[in-house]
């Protein structure tokens, strides 16, 4: 099956006066799409999110609403393709994902945080950590990041690379001026200056501190903070090689390989599933 190079014409918005006044008086107009116009079925897609995406927020109470949208004869929920995302192969690798699925400000800063370590002649279990060590805020979820992305690729690259994800984590909210890691400036100007992490985040990075793969973790927080610099411009392409020797690709493409992370990795296929 040929690499897809482009993405399709997305569907369209439906016109807010074509909805029920429940929908557009709800803010839910973005959710309902329009078919493309060469679609084989003419009904409209209803795009039902998470409830991790919603709570606490207007559209907590939105599901009901537009699953009674969904209902409708001209429409049903989204499962499958959504053709406003590009198709991904039949057995994507991690550079498909990178180009087709994560969120390019994610890409971007993992891509040049790798970049750094490299340049630094860090070892390459710390230049692939790098590499994918925010691959759950770019295609998953903010929340737990390290937790989540750990997890993502622990089937996949050597076991002192999974942990060292994981204990990003919490490591990055406590300095350590003995390796020149001071708390970022940004996570004042993100969080307030009088944020404190969570007691579990504190037992957490109390416990890495011990750990004989500490400085692999601490090493992604390192080149983390000195990463987000909009005018450099780094290719997955430079990094192929390090993904070859040190991120074991699955055959049957990231989702299908019957992994305990599959499940995760078909979620980014198919981001707008209702089930």
């Known amino acids: 099956m040929p690499e897809p190079t482009t993405a399709p014409q997305p569907s369209t918005q439906v016109p807010p006066a074509e909805l029920p006044a429940s929908l557009r008086e709800a803010g839910l107009a973005n959710w309902i799409r329009e078919p493309l116009d060469d679609a084989v ?25 537009l699953m009674a949208a969904a209902r409708r004869s001209d429409a049903v929920v989204m499962m499958g393709d959504n053709p406003a995302l590009p198709p ?21 800063h993992m891509l040049q945080s790798a970049k750094v370590a490299r340049e630094n002649g860090l070892d390459e279990k710390v230049i692939v950590a790098c590499l994918v060590h925010d691959i759950a805020i770019a295609g998953l979820l903010s929340a737990n990041h390290g937790y989540w992305g750990a997890q993502m690729v622990a089937p996949y690259v050597d076991e002192e690379v999974a942990w060292a994800i994981e204990k990003h984590e919490a490591l990055r909210y406590f300095p350590d001026e003995s390796v020149g ?4 400036q940004s996570y004042v100007d993100y969080f307030g200056p009088d944020y404190r992490p969570p007691g579990y985040l504190c037992r957490e990075a109390e416990a890495a501190r ?45 989702g299908f390989d019957g992994s305990p992370v599959a499940h995760m990795w078909r979620t980014m296929i198919w981001p707008n599933n209702f089930l």
């Open 41 to 65: 079925d003419r009904r409209r897609r209803v795009i039902v999110p998470p409830a991790a995406a919603t709570m606490g927020t207007p559209l907590s109470g939105c599901q009901g609403t």
């Open 210 to 254: 011990q750990h004989r793969w500490y400085m692999t973790s601490r090493l992604i927080t390192i080149n983390d903070v000195y990463s987000f610099d909009p005018s450099v411009v780094v290719d997955f392409s430079e990094f192929e090689d390090v993904v070859g020797r040190h991120f074991a690709q699955p055959a049957e493409g990231l």
């Open 88 to 108: 991904m192969p039949e057995r994507p690798t991690l550079k498909h994902f990178y180009e087709l699925r994560l969120s390019k400000t994610g890409t971007k």
């Open 181 to 184: 890691y001071s708390y970022p």
